[in-house]
């Protein structure tokens, strides 16, 4: 497994991932969640600033295509939406509990992308994709 592969970077992906829903758990107590998540990403843009200025990434962001415009767009009007519901179920749940039912995201992506994009995962994927979703319904619906 290359150390500059996409497996290792989605493995990183996903230490972040579970680190920010402990973390948010704990810094949400007392705070409204849609405020949390205003500072969250308020900390997120000036991170990203400064980590595309040090690594030379830098463009003008005037020049990119109307189409890379509106998906980005869109993309972010998505993030933005899943973090306020994800912020919000942090606060009334239990982290165990509402960042696996999150990650039922996993087994949209799979349809999306089959749909709109035109992938095709394999049988075995598909198994993998299931058990997620069969996973997410175990926790989802109390005894």
Not at 45 to 63: H, I, M, R, T
Not at 130 to 136: D, E, F, I, K, N
């Amino acid at each position: 497994m290359a150390l500059n592969g996409w497996f290792f970077w989605a493995s990183l992906s996903a230490v972040f991932a579970a680190l920010t829903a402990i973390f948010a758990k704990i810094g949400i107590k007392g705070v409204d969640s849609d405020l949390a998540t205003l500072i969250r990403t308020g900390i997120i843009g000036v991170v990203l600033s400064g980590f595309v200025a040090w690594a030379g990434k830098w463009q003008n962001p005037l020049l990119l295509p109307g189409k890379t415009w509106l998906f980005l767009s869109l993309s972010g009007l998505a993030t933005g939406a899943s973090w306020v519901c994800y912020f919000r179920a942090l606060q009334m749940g239990e982290a165990s509990k509402v960042a696996p039912v999150d990650k039922f995201s996993l087994v949209l992506v799979a349809v999306f992308a089959s749909a709109f994009l035109g992938e095709r995962p394999s049988p075995r994927e598909w198994l993998g994709i299931g058990l997620v979703a069969a996973g997410v319904l175990v926790l989802a619906f109390k005894r």
